[in-house]
């Protein structure tokens, strides 16, 4: 699988309706899940002495429209990862506390630390996403000096693409590798996946008429996709765009590229130092005596 395909990293003008939400060739599902249970095992491999060494992070961020998928990938792709090594954070509505500060602020305070793999599900970019389809939301966060959602123009939203590119420019300066994933679905596969939510008695609980309401602004949410990506794809914190109408493609996708970024890593248990060289030679040999 080439999953070069998928990434953009040169902040070209972006338009989702060149890339495909579904692979041009069927894959047999029982392959792609074989491919991402060989990839999960090799991911938790390499976690091991990342986790050890405790110089690097890798954070992956996952965008996507309601119903993408983005639970259940998280699931199949870091479900065998230790849990000491691996930090999901799944951002809702922001606290009160959250929007006194910058829009920045608790997304830095879940940045993973050094050996750590880190799972963001939604994420900084919500701030010009959602609340570029709603800008009546930046009335909530004193910080934005709005009290006219009209004042939040271009100059306003190219603000913040500079902040989010510099936020992610420090972070990898401070060895956190980002990956950052949208799972581009198609309007009408989330049609489909919203009905089996209100037909199947395990899955209505995630579904709520608010989700109707977000979707009635797919056309205005695509745009906002493109101009996030196109302002912040760069080649420390790269883009993935991943065809997502089947859920096994872009697990498989999701997964391979996780594992071809920690194997770029090449991640290594550490070497002793002469000091604890002498503790183990010391501890072998009490542990023999006694």
């Known amino acids: 699988m080439n999953t070069s395909a998928f990434r953009i990293a040169d902040g070209h003008e972006l338009s989702l309706n060149d890339h495909r939400t579904r692979m041009p060739e069927k894959l047999d599902k029982d392959v792609l899940k074989r491919q991402v249970v060989e990839d999960n095992a090799r991911i938790t491999t390499l976690q091991e002495p990342l986790y050890a060494a405790g110089q690097r992070a890798v954070l992956v961020i996952l965008q996507a429209m309601d119903g993408a998928g983005k639970d259940s990938c998280i699931k199949h792709v870091f479900g065998g990862v230790n849990p000491q090594g691996c930090a999901v954070h799944s951002f809702k509505q922001p606290s009160k506390e959250e929007l006194a500060h910058d829009f920045l602020w608790r997304h830095t305070g879940a940045l993973p630390?050094?050996?750590?793999?880190?799972?963001?599900?939604?994420?900084?970019?919500?701030?010009?996403?959602?609340?570029?389809?709603?800008?009546?939301?930046?009335?909530?966060?004193?910080?934005?000096?709005?009290?006219?959602?009209?004042?939040?123009?271009?100059?306003?939203?190219?603000?913040?693409?500079?902040?989010?590119?510099?936020?992610?420019?420090?972070a990898a300066t401070n060895n956190i590798t980002l990956v950052k994933i949208f799972l581009h679905m198609s309007k009408e596969e989330q049609r489909k996946r919203f009905l089996d939510r209100i037909k199947d008695p395990e899955k209505q609980w995630k579904f709520s008429l608010k989700d109707l309401k977000e979707?009635?602004?797919?056309?205005?949410?695509?745009?906002?996709?493109?101009?996030?990506?196109?302002?912040?794809?760069?080649?420390?914190?790269?883009?993935?765009?991943?065809?997502?109408?089947?859920?096994?493609?872009?697990?498989?996708?999701?997964?391979?590229?996780?594992?071809?970024?920690?194997?770029?890593?090449?991640?290594?248990?550490?070497?002793?130092?002469?000091?604890?060289?002498?503790?183990?030679?010391?501890?072998?040999?009490?542990?023999?005596?006694?």
Do not use: C
């Open 113 to 170: 630390k050094a050996g750590m793999i880190g799972v963001h599900n939604r994420s900084h970019y919500e701030e010009v996403l959602v609340v570029k389809v709603h800008p009546e939301y930046l009335k909530a966060r004193p910080s934005n000096h709005i009290t006219d959602v009209q004042q939040a123009g271009n100059t306003f939203w190219a603000a913040r693409y500079a902040a989010i590119k510099e936020w992610e420019k420090d």
């Open 215 to 290: 979707r009635a602004h797919w056309d205005q949410y695509m745009k906002a996709y493109e101009g996030a990506i196109s302002a912040t794809a760069t080649e420390h914190a790269p883009w993935y765009v991943v065809p997502s109408d089947e859920q096994w493609e872009s697990r498989a996708i999701v997964a391979r590229i996780v594992r071809e970024k920690l194997e770029e890593l090449d991640p290594h248990f550490p070497v002793p130092t002469r000091e604890h060289q002498a503790e183990l030679e010391e501890g072998g040999r009490m542990l023999r005596e006694e």
